[in-house]
Every structure is written in C-alpha cells, then in structure tokens.
C-alpha cells in the first residue's frame, strides 16, 4: 500500500484546475485524497478525488483511478454518485463527484450485530443498487460497509468504482494483476480464481456483509492471506443459527444463498435477491434455512478435490422435445429510434430459442403502404427499401448464431401491418408471435395500437415486449438532449 | 475532429459504401484509410477509384500487403489471394496501380500513427495477435495511438507507463455502439477490424471513429447487403469460397 506522507501532495487549498475551485482537504487514503471543491456554475456539493500517485509506488493505485476515470462518467441514477468531471494524467489526474451527506456504512461497525429487520433493509437497498449498476454492465467488485452511503431520501449509493468491472470496456485490472485485488473478507471464491465477469459476485460480498451485520462476526473470518483466502472455496461458513439460536430461517435462508461457493447456486440476479428481502414471508425455504452445522469434512474434501466436476445435465423426454420446435415469428420495426425496443425484443426472442433448441424464427417486417399508391411500381428507391429492410432484420438475428435452416426473414407490404402480420402467422403455422409495443405514441392514440391489434385477431401466443423502463428513460434523455443540441 | 478510420476494404463495394454512409451520418471531418483496398473483392476498380476521390478531398491512405501485390509479384500469399490477385491487376487501370504503388506506409498525424499491419516493421506485414505482438509495435513508436487493420478482427491494446499490456475484444453487437476513452496515461495500438471481409463471427462490416479532442473511439458495426456482395464474387468467377466467408463473417 502506498504511504501516504511519501507522496508530495499535488494541489493546495484555493488552486483552480478546470474550473473546480480547491477547498479543503477532507480525506487521505492510501490509493487517494479527496478534496471539497466548489465551482461556479454548479450547486451540487462536490469532491474532487485525486488518485496518490509518486516514484515507486504501486501501480495499482493509477490502474484504479483509470477505471474510475472510465466508469464514472458512464453511469447514472441514484445509485451512484454523480461525476461532473475528469482530468488526466496528462496534466492533473482527478475525479469530481457529488459530495454526499453523511457517513459510510463502515460508521455501523460498533452497533453490530445489528437488528435482524434493519439489516435485511439495509442489504435491501444495497441489492437494488446493485441491481441497477449491474443493468449498467458494471460489477462493483468491491462491496463492504466503505463502500456504501445512503442519500436523505433512503437509496444506498454505491462508491469506489476503482476496482471495478465495465462489460463493454477493457478491463485494466485483469490483464495488468495477477493476483486478484479487493477486501479479503468480502471476496467472492471465484475472484481468487481470476473471474471478473461474473455479476454474482457482488451477492456474495452483500452476503458476507448482511451475516457480519447480523452475527457480529466475518463468515470466512479477516485473513489477508492467498492461502487464507482460498479456504472459501471449499469451506462454507457457520451457519448463522450456531451463532444466534434466535436467528430467523428466512434470513439465513438469504444469507447461505447468497453465500454458496458456486455462483449458479446463488441468487441469479440482485433483483430477485431484492425481492426476496422485500418479501420475507414468501421465501421458499429450503434446507439451508434449518442448518445449524456446516457440511460434513467428508463433503469438504469432496469440494477441495473434486473441483471442476460439472453437474449432471437434466435429461430430455420426447413429449418435452416436441413441444422444444415451434416456429416463433418476430415483428420488428427497423426504423432508427426503435432501437431499444428491437434490443428488448431480441431479450425476449433469445429467452425463448435459449429454451426451445429446435424452434424456428422468421423475423417479419411490414413495409407500410399508402392507401392511395397501391401501384407502387418496382422503381429502385423501393427496391433498395425493401432490400435494407431485409439486411437489418437478418442483422438483427445474427447474435442468435442460428443455423441458416432454423431462420427466415420476410418484409412484407401491406397497407395495413396488423393484418398482414396475423396473415403471415395463420399462413405460416406460426406458434408464437412476439411484437413490440410502443409507449406514448401519438400515433398509436390517433391510429390505434399494432400490437393491441395483432393480439386481438392472432389465433396464436403472442408476447408484446416493451423496452425496459431504464432503456426507454436513457432513450427519452437522449432524445431531449438532441434537441437541445439542435 | 472527428476521424473515421477504415480498413481492409477489399473491393467489397457494398460494404464500404454503407460504412462510408454511416460515417458521414456520424459527422466524421476526416477519413483515414489502412489499406488493402483491393484483393478478394469484385469491385476493385470502383473501390480504389473511390480511394483515389477521398484522398484528393483530404483523406489519409496507406497501402496495404494487397495493394502491393498488386505491383510486386513476389509478395508471398496463400493461393486464393494470389489468385484474386493476378485476376484484380487485370482489372485496374495502369493509373491505379500506379495510385497503391506510391501510397506510404505509414503516416504520422499528430500523436497518431496509421499503419497497415503494425509499427515495428510494416512492409513485413506481421499479425497483431497477442499482446506481446501489440507490445512491439507500441514499443516501436512514439505515437500515442496507433491505427492498424489487418488481422480482420476488432481488437484494442494498451500499454501503460510501466510497460504492462492490456488487451480487449470490443463487442460485435450493433445495439452497442462500443466506445472507450483511450486514456491520455497510457499507448494504445487500436486495430479497427474490416470494412469487406470481416472474420470474426459477425458478418457486419467495421470501421470506427476517433475523436481527437475527447480521445474516445467507437467501434461500430455496419449492416450491409452481403448476398450483392457475395454474388458479384460468384459473378466474376473468383473463388466461391471466398464469397462464402462473406456470409459467414469468417
């Protein structure tokens, strides 16, 4: 860890650097120092935070203010602090954020163990934020009471993003660190592994925090060790019931989940872990609910050895096998702003072929026609309509990687695009369509609804899909921001 | 300004003229070129004719391994290559040929340099495919960010001020415009991927834009009309394999 008298500090109280006035100095960590700064045209509290960076030092502290250099400014909502701004190593390295009010969940460390009601609301809240970070394809990779605040309002905020993983960006830490960077204690056993891309990860810090929260106690205790470390991954903690006879099931039934050595065994997403802290009468209880001991040396052993051994795959029945090949069609808009309808339709059709190995897809678009000029003539503007309708629909199925035989694309002409669709599916045989509704449309109070249509006259399972409610927000702002530009 | 950058094209007509749209769709000020205009393609004379007008309007262009094949008949090249090859020489004008024979290397602008291959040696016309190949090049240069194609496939390198290499794979998927902020601390090698035959699973065409002022360059995927594409391949009577990997995006 870097020494914090060695480095000369680079910036003094009352300096300017881009317009961010230097006020005092309000922290001094080991990787940075954070600095209240104020700037004229800006009313939110700020920090400037500024990685500590002299000869000699380890690199990790650069590594990570790079990553929080690129991540900060990519993601939004109430879940993480806001950035107004970064600088570079190139002249002044730093990052400004929103100063919050408050203290970090650390300040907690003396009330432990806590309530079992408040604890489960406070893991509560951290899920959701995790939920929402992890829609925003970042793992935080370092989930401990330091790293959480709470706004006046009640949502846990989430900081530090300095180890940090960005689906969509290089991953500096990765290919720079062998070893595997983060808080012991809190540390999913696949980290130690090199795994950097799992999500679940994350649920198996928030588990290691709600059992010290609620038991006063580290379930794999606070060695800094490699060696100690790596215990986790075939040592399983004791269960919270041997430490506190009165602890409820529901929450242990939390806890040992969301602390299971393999991720698939863990909540799939913090948003079902979320929903079941919100609702703890409707856990499903299962075995792990009623442990008192941890598994048996035998079971260990078994773990410490056998490690790699895959789990047995389901068997398929015949019944199951028929019912796995339907034709699945999917109406698609091509226009430019449906994209992230069109996004949430390939969710949607993706689930489904996930489950069905054998089903096929036509991907159908209506080339809407005027009712007046019903003797189009095949001229080349229309041609090349058609021709780029048919590019961006089979574009839209690549990702699926579907052999050529089990896909189809079709754009087809119609004055009307509800009829022609439910045509196309009675012709067809289809057994599923899957269409996309649009939201507040003017055209769809002036004209009524494709979609409602559709599912009013199709004689098959439809699924209208509608963006996720983040998407259509980020597209909203979008478009208000290019208005704004123009 | 906002740079569009292009790379092996290969006289795929179609899908550089949708990447060409697209970029110009995204405001790009200037295009810059990689080479290999020519080779596997059935539209040389349009593609280099079409090199030749962007350079005249400000374009920069280098010259690729296939662009020199063209004029040097001892580059060595497997035997599908050399056979759209001599079939590509018959097809362009003496004017042409003598366009790619005095296209540079490489070309210096700023703090970027833009290369066919990599830096270290370019008219070897070595692979960038692992980091210690994007170490060298990075290590063989003084420019910050260096441009290459060749390999067909997006990828992006990092060095950092201790020397240690990072390595990326941008996402293919066309809902992502993929973007990173190519950080001022450390040297990058970004290799762009290919406009006419890409090869890494994703039939779409590349190309990406830099913006030289933000440092931040998006990797973008352009659907194009692949079946014209690959029948004019067919058509011409070059290798229909070649018009089959068109398809496939490999």
């Known amino acids: 860890m870097a020494n914090p008298s060695r480095g000369k500090p680079s910036i003094q109280s009352g300096e300017e650097i881009d317009g961010f006035v230097i006020g005092e100095r309000v922290h001094r960590g080991g990787m940075a120092t954070l600095w209240s700064v104020t700037h004229p045209g800006i009313a939110t509290p700020l920090l400037m935070k500024i990685p500590v960076v002299s000869e000699g030092e380890d690199p990790a502290a650069i590594v990570s203010f790079e990553m929080e250099q690129m991540i900060l400014p990519r993601i939004s909502g109430p879940h993480v602090p806001r950035c107004f701004g970064t600088g570079d190593f190139a002249r002044q390295p730093y990052v400004v954020i929103e100063r919050l009010p408050g203290q970090t969940l650390y300040a907690r460390l003396g009330d432990l163990p806590l309530g079992y009601e408040e604890a489960g609301s406070i893991a509560g809240k951290i899920a959701a934020a995790l939920a929402d970070l992890h829609r925003q394809n970042v793992i935080h990779h370092d989930i401990k009471p330091s790293s959480i605040m709470f706004r006046e309002t009640g949502e846990a905020v989430l900081i530090d993003f300095g180890l940090s993983h960005h689906n969509q960006l290089p991953d500096l830490l990765q290919e720079e660190f062998r070893v595997p960077f983060g808080t012991a204690p809190y540390m999913a056993p696949e980290r130690l592994l090199g795994v950097r891309d799992d999500p679940r990860s994350d649920i198996f ?104 051994v895959s789990l047995p795959k389901p068997k398929s029945d015949l019944a199951a096998q028929l019912a ?113 509704a649009r939201q507040n449309s003017t055209r769809r109070t002036l004209l009524g609804s494709v979609s409602a249509k559709v599912v009013a006259e199709a004689t098959c399972t439809i699924t209208v899909v509608r963006p996720p409610r983040l998407a259509i927000a980020r597209d909203q702002e979008k478009r208000r921001d290019e208005r704004v530009s123009r | ?5 292009f790379a092996d094209i290969h006289a795929n007509r179609q899908a550089f003229d949708a990447c060409l749209k697209a970029a110009r769709a995204k405001g790009a000020e200037r295009i810059i070129l990689l080479g290999d205009y020519v080779g596997y393609g059935a539209d040389p004379e349009w593609t280099v004719d079409a090199v030749m007008g962007l350079v005249e309007e400000g374009a920069i262009a280098v010259r690729g391994n296939h662009d020199n094949a063209i004029g040097v008949a001892s580059e060595t090249m497997n035997a599908v290559a050399q056979a759209a090859i001599e079939w590509t020489r018959g097809r362009l004008s003496a004017l042409q040929r003598r366009f790619l024979a005095d296209l540079p290397l490489a070309v210096e602008d700023e703090d970027r340099l833009y290369v066919h291959s990599e830096a270290s040696s370019p008219a070897r016309w070595r692979y960038v495919q692992t980091t210690s190949d994007a170490a060298r090049s990075i290590a063989a240069t003084s420019a910050r960010v260096t441009f290459c194609g060749h ?45 006419g035959q890409p090869r890494d699973g994703d039939p779409a065409a590349c190309f990406a834009t830099f913006d030289t002022s933000s440092g931040e360059i998006t990797y973008c995927r352009v659907p194009y009309d692949v079946e014209t594409a690959a029948n004019r391949i067919r058509e011409n009577g070059l290798p229909r394999w070649l018009a089959d990997r068109l398809l496939a995006g490999r």
């Open chain 1, 205 to 308: 810090s928030l588990g290691v925090l709600l059992y010290f929260f609620t038991t006063g106690v580290r379930p794999f205790g606070e060695s800094e060790t490699l060696r100690g470390m790596r215990r986790r991954l075939w040592r399983d903690p004791y269960p919270p019931r041997q430490l506190r006879a009165d602890y409820p099931p529901w929450l242990q039934e939390i806890v040992l989940r969301c602390l299971e050595i393999e991720p698939v065994w863990r909540y799939p997403t913090a948003s079902q872990l979320a929903f079941e802290l919100a609702h703890p009468d409707q856990i499903k209880l299962t075995a792990r609910s009623e442990r008192v001991r941890r598994d048996s040396l035998a079971t260990v052993l078994r773990r410490r050895f056998n490690r790699g």
């Open chain 2, 1 to 5: 300004m906002l740079l569009a950058v």
């Open chain 1, 324 to 436: 796995s090949g339907p034709i699945v069609a999917v109406a698609l808009d091509t226009a430019e702003a449906s994209g992230a309808l069109n996004e949430a339709l390939r969710v949607t059709a993706e689930r489904i072929l996930a489950t069905l190995p054998s089903a096929r897809l036509a991907c159908v678009n209506v080339l809407k026609l005027g009712r007046i000029t019903i003797d189009r003539t095949l001229d080349e503007q229309g041609y090349n309509k058609h021709v780029d309708r048919l590019v961006a629909l089979r574009h839209w199925a690549s990702p699926f990687k579907l052999d050529e035989s089990r896909l189809s694309v079709h754009v087809l002409e119609a004055i009307d695009p509800a009829a022609a669709i439910v045509e196309f599916a009675a012709i067809n045989h289809v057994d599923h369509i899957i269409i996309g």
């Open chain 2, 151 to 195: 390999i067909h496939a997006p990828a992006l390198y990092s060095m950092s001020s201790a020397a240690k290499m990072t390595s990326f794979v941008p996402t293919t998927d066309v809902a992502v415009q993929l973007f990173v902020q190519l950080l001022a601390g450390r040297r990058w090698l970004a290799v762009i991927g290919s406009v």
